[in-house]
């Protein structure tokens, strides 16, 4: 599915948050926003995945404005896995994966055998399929992460959004879901925190800057140690090796 961001502004309270936005995802690339703090990438995908409405511009999927769709066609097309996720009832894993069923089903219509057999297909590709009948609120952080990619694939995305999803996990297990991602084979778009995490994994990456793309690329041209300087305000080594990109930071 092809998804492009066109001149993109957001104005909230008198501020201009997003200026003129254009980004293009094809051909199942896994795309980076990148920047500081209030940068915008948050405020630019819920422009995506309609939390917020810009001021100007438009969202394309496939060449149809998003605007022209209900939610629920757009529901069955783009899947959203985000930083936090609280529950407070104790649902099983199973039923807050088959809450990803929702957009395909009619009001008050019960899960069927298809819906089971989905629910257990995402499941297994984020290799949770052993616990499907545990507490979710029993599980760790990262294994709960795992459970909402579940939910956001039995969706049956064209594509997924990520907004920074990994932040709060260890390391362990923001490799393991950016390998999961990575493998889905779907476009991707994702708010990515960590540099080297988004060198790993991103065919394209995108800088924001007081909201506003300052460069876009691929991990080796855009991930220089003058570009972390003018976006982060801090010193790096990039290291470029066959692997890709390494970067450390110099205080």
């Given at each position: ?5 066109e001149?993109?502004?957001i ?8 200026k ?25 995908l ?17 060449k ?9 066609e ?21 039923d ?6 929702s ?23 984020v ?38 999803p ?36 991103c ?33 790096a ?6 692997e890709?990109v ?6």
């Open positions: 599915m092809n998804i492009k961001a001149n993109i502004n104005t909230l309270e008198k501020n201009n948050i997003l003129d936005i254009n980004i293009e995802v094809d051909n199942k690339e896994v795309v980076g926003i990148i920047g500081p703090n209030g940068s915008g990438k948050s405020t630019f819920k422009c995506i995945y309609r939390v917020l409405k810009p001021s100007d511009g438009a969202i394309l999927l496939d149809v404005d998003i605007k022209d769709m209900t939610v629920k757009s529901s069955k097309r783009l899947a959203v896995l985000s930083q936090h996720n609280n529950y407070n009832f104790d649902f099983t894993v199973k807050i994966v088959l809450m990803g069923r957009p395909h089903k009619r009001f008050m219509e019960r899960d069927n055998k298809e819906d089971y057999a989905i629910v257990n297909d995402a499941l297994k590709k290799e949770m399929l052993e616990f499907k009948d545990r507490c979710f609120q029993s599980l760790s952080g990262g294994e709960q992460q795992r459970v909402i990619l579940a939910r956001a694939l039995a969706q049956q995305p064209q594509c997924l959004i990520l907004d920074e990994t932040n709060h996990l260890d390391i362990k297990y923001q490799l393991q879901l950016m390998r999961i991602v990575k493998n889905l084979n779907i476009e991707v778009i994702a708010a990515i925190h960590d540099l080297n995490i988004a060198a790993m994994y065919d394209k990456i995108y800088v924001l800057k007081d909201g506003e793309i300052i460069k876009y690329g691929n991990p080796k041209e855009v991930l220089t140690k003058e570009l972390i300087k003018e976006v982060y305000e801090v010193d080594e990039v290291i470029l090796n066959k890709g390494y970067i450390s930071y110099l205080y």
